[in-house]
C-alpha cells in the first residue's frame, strides 16, 4: 500500500499519509516529511536520536511529532531514514475512535529514530521545511485505515 | 472571473464588506486592479474577512496587490489592532519573523560588472551559506546569542560586520528595544546556533541588478542611484531561529484562545489579548527574533562587500558600497496611527507587506526625512525588482504600509513540471542572468512564470497611492537557497 503523498499547494507543501494504525500512520508521515527535505538516496543508518512529544490532541501529536523532527534537522542536521515507534499512548485507541474529551498531555509518543547528519556534499536537499502547521490538519480512521493530511510552512 | 460579493471602491481597490461573513467588525480591502483581481483565491479573500472579526480591529482588514492564502492570515495582509482592546496573533507576522530585504548601491555600473558576473557569482555562493542543511560561519555561544537578540544589527557591527552608518539605514535601527531573551526555547536557541549569516533557502536570495529605468530622477538622485548602476540585493530573514519561535507560541497562543475565551472563525488566527502574559512574551520573543534578522542581513550584506572588494581588488568604501536601506515584510510592531480623527497606538501586523512611512515621518531617519522611506519590492529572478518610496496617502489608507513581493502564481510542482526538461540556467544566462543554486529543485520552483510580475504588483500600489515608484532593478546575478 502507498504509504503517502505530496500534495501540491500554492506557496506551501502538503502530505496525505496513509497507515494500518496510529503508529504506522506517524511512521508514515515522518517519512513523507524527509522525502520532501531530502533524497533519501545514500542516508545511512549511523545515528540514533530518541524522541518524546506530547499532546492534547491526536492532531496536535502529529504536528508535535513532525516539528520535533524539523527540529532535529534543522538544528543539528539529523535526517532520519527509519524509525521505531517505542511507546504509543493514544486514548483514541482505546476508546475504540471515539473524540473523547482527552485533556492535554494524554497522547505520547516516543520513538527512535535511525540515521545520520545531513551533509550538502553527500546528499540532495530539496525543500527547507519552516514547520508542521495546523492547517487543514486532519486525521480520520476507516475501519483498520487511517489517512491523514499535513500541510508545512515551507 | 469577477469575485462575488465583493465591490469595486476604485480602479485600485475592491471592498469586501461587512456582511461578507457575519461576525466581521470592519470591512476588508484589498489592492488589486481589474487584472489581477481576476488571480485572486477566494480563499484568501475569505482570509480577508476572518481576520475583520478580531477583538480591537480598527478601520479595516487590508490586503496588497501580492495577496495568496496564508496560515490563517492571508500573505499580503496588514491588520492593526488598538493596543486597549486588540489582539496579537503569530499568525499576523508568519513564520519567516522579519523576512526582509536589504539594497545595497556602488559607484559600478553594468559595463563594469559584466565581464566578472561569473566570478562575482561564484564567489557569493562559496562566501555566503546558503541552501538546505547549510552551516554559517559564525559559530554563537549561548552568551553572544543573548546579546545579538538584544542588539540587532548592532552586535553584528560590533563584532566587525560593517559600519554604525548601516543602522540608521536600516528600519527601526536594526534593532527592536523590547526583546526578552529570556522568553526564548532552548530549541530556538539551538537552531539559532549556528544560522546566523545564513541565506536560506526557497525564495531567499542574493541578487546583483543593475538601475535599468529611473521613474523619478530627483528621489533617485537622493537615494544616490543612477542608469545602469549596480546594486545588490539581500533577500533574507531570521531563519530557524524565527521558525522555532512562531512554532513554540503557536502553541501558547492555542491555549491562550481558551484561557480567554476569544472566538475564532479559524484556529489558526490564534492570539492573545494585547497586554496579557501570553501578548507580552509573544512580542518580546519575535523582536527577539527580528532582530536575529537584521544581524542576519547585516552579516550577510558584510561579506557581500568583501567578496566585491577582493574581485575588484579594492576597498568596498571605495567601490561606494553603501547601504541603502534595509525594510521588513513579516512583523508586528507598536506604532501610532490616527484612526476616526484621534492618534490612537496600535499593534500593525504585515504578514508579507513592507511599511512605507511618508516624508517627515518621526521614526524616519534624518537622510530619509524630506524623501520618504525607501520601499524595497523584490521581484522573481528573471524579471525586476523595485525601489519606492512611501508616501502620505499609505499612512491615511494604509497604516503606512504597501506591497511586498510578486507573489507566486503556480505551485511549486506546477512549477517543476513546466520545467521539465528544461534548463532554467541556460534560459536565464541566454537572457544574461547568470544563476546559482544549492539545489537542483529549486530552480525550477523559482522560475518567473511561477511568479506574478511583479510590474503589475508595483503599478496598483503605486496608482492608489499608497508608494511611488522610484526605479525598477533587473537581476544580472542570482544565488539562491
Known amino acids: 500500500m502507498e504509504r503517502f503523498e505530496v500534495l501540491d499547494i500554492a506557496g506551501d507543501v502538503g502530505l496525505k499519509v496513509y497507515g494500518g494504525d496510529e503508529r504506522e500512520l506517524f511512521v508514515h508521515a515522518a517519512l513523507g516529511m524527509y522525502s520532501l527535505v531530502a533524497s533519501a538516496e545514500g542516508i545511512l543508518e549511523d545515528r540514533e536520536v530518541t524522541v518524546s512529544v506530547k499532546s492534547g490532541s491526536l492532531e496536535g501529536l502529529l504536528v508535535s511529532w513532525l516539528n520535533e523532527l524539523i527540529f532535529h534537522f534543522d538544528a543539528y542536521g539529523f535526517i532520519g531514514k527509519r524509525i521505531e515507534i517505542t511507546r504509543f499512548v493514544s486514548p483514541l485507541a482505546v476508546s475504540s475512535g471515539g473524540a473523547g474529551t482527552a485533556s492535554e498531555g494524554d497522547f505520547l509518543l516516543e520513538a527512535s529514530v535511525f540515521g545520520e547528519t545531513f551533509d550538502p556534499i553527500r546528499h540532495e536537499g530539496k525543500l527547507l521545511i519552516k514547520a508542521a502547521t495546523y492547517h487543514r490538519l486532519s486525521i480520520r480512521r476507516e475501519g483498520q485505515h487511517w489517512e491523514a493530511v499535513v500541510i508545512f510552512d515551507i | ?481
Not at chain 2, 543612477?226 to 530573514?237: A, L, N, R, S, Y
Open chain 2, 1 to 481: 472571473m469577477a469575485v462575488e460579493n465583493v465591490k469595486r471602491i476604485d480602479p485600485s481597490r475592491i471592498e469586501v464588506p461587512l456582511d461578507y461573513k457575519p461576525g466581521m467588525k470592519v470591512r476588508g480591502v484589498i489592492y488589486v486592479d481589474e487584472v489581477l483581481e481576476q488571480d485572486l483565491e477566494p480563499q484568501s479573500i475569505d482570509q480577508v474577512a476572518n481576520v475583520a472579526m478580531l477583538p480591537g480591529i480598527v478601520q479595516s482588514s487590508l490586503a496588497m496587490p501580492d495577496i495568496h492564502t496564508g496560515y490563517g492570515f492571508a500573505i499580503g495582509g496588514v491588520a492593526a489592532f488598538d493596543v486597549r482592546e486588540g489582539i496579537i496573533s503569530p499568525g499576523g507576522v508568519g513564520y519567516d519573523i522579519n523576512c526582509g530585504v536589504r539594497l545595497l548601491k556602488s559607484n559600478l555600473t553594468k559595463g563594469d560588472v559584466a565581464p566578472v558576473i561569473k566570478d562575482l557569482v561564484a564567489a557569493l555562493q562559496t562566501n555566503i551559506p546558503s541552501g538546505v542543511g547549510s552551516k554559517g560561519r559564525i559559530r554563537l555561544d549561548a552568551g553572544n546569542e543573548k546579546k545579538l537578540l538584544i542588539k540587532g544589527a548592532r552586535w553584528a557591527v560590533e563584532q566587525g560586520f560593517g559600519h554604525a552608518e548601516d543602522l540608521e539605514r536600516t528600519e527601526s535601527g536594526g534593532c527592536l528595544d523590547g526583546a526578552d531573551p529570556s522568553l526564548i526555547s532552548a530549541k530556538a536557541y539551538e537552531r539559532g546556533r549556528a544560522q546566523q549569516g545564513t541565506l536560506g533557502s526557497g525564495n531567499h536570495f542574493l541578487e546583483i541588478q543593475f538601475v535599468d529605468e529611473v521613474y523619478d530622477e530627483s528621489a533617485a538622485n537622493a537615494l544616490g542611484l543612477f542608469e545602469h548602476q549596480i546594486t545588490v540585493m539581500i533577500h533574507t530573514g531570521s531563519r530557524g531561529f524565527g521558525h522555532q519561535v512562531c512554532t513554540d507560541f503557536l502553541e501558547v497562543m492555542e491555549k491562550a484562545v481558551s484561557r480567554y475565551k476569544i472566538e475564532l472563525p479559524d484556529r489558526e488566527l490564534a492570539c492573545a489579548p494585547f497586554g496579557s502574559p501570553e501578548a507580552e512574551n509573544y512580542l518580546a520573543a519575535m523582536q527577539a527574533a527580528a532582530n536575529y534578522a537584521w544581524a542576519n542581513r547585516q552579516c550577510i550584506m558584510h561579506w557581500v562587500r568583501e567578496v566585491f572588494g577582493s574581485i575588484f581588488r579594492m576597498s568596498p568604501a571605495q567601490l561606494g558600497m553603501q547601504l541603502v536601506y534595509d525594510v521588513a515584510h513579516n512583523i508586528a510592531k507598536i506604532e501610532e496611527h490616527v484612526v476616526n480623527g484621534r492618534k490612537t497606538k496600535l499593534i500593525v501586523h504585515r504578514k508579507g507587506a513592507t511599511r512605507a512611512f511618508p516624508p517627515g515621518h518621526p521614526e524616519l531617519p534624518d537622510i530619509y526625512k524630506p524623501l520618504g522611506q525607501p520601499v524595497l519590492i523584490p521581484g522573481d529572478m528573471g524579471r525586476a525588482s523595485f525601489v519606492l518610496l512611501g508616501t502620505e496617502k499609505a499612512m491615511k489608507e494604509t497604516f503606512g504600509s504597501t506591497c511586498h513581493g510578486a507573489g507566486r502564481v503556480l505551485s511549486r510542482h506546477q512549477a517543476i513540471r513546466k520545467a521539465k526538461g528544461r534548463a532554467i540556467w541556460r534560459e536565464m544566462e541566454d537572457r544574461g542572468i547568470i544563476v546559482r543554486s544549492a539545489g537542483r529543485e529549486t530552480l525550477a520552483e523559482e522560475m518567473s512564470e511561477a511568479y506574478k510580475d511583479v510590474s503589475h504588483v508595483v503599478d496598483v500600489v503605486h496608482n492608489a497611492g499608497i508608494s511611488r515608484k522610484v526605479a525598477r532593478l533587473r537581476p544580472m546575478g542570482v544565488v539562491k537557497g
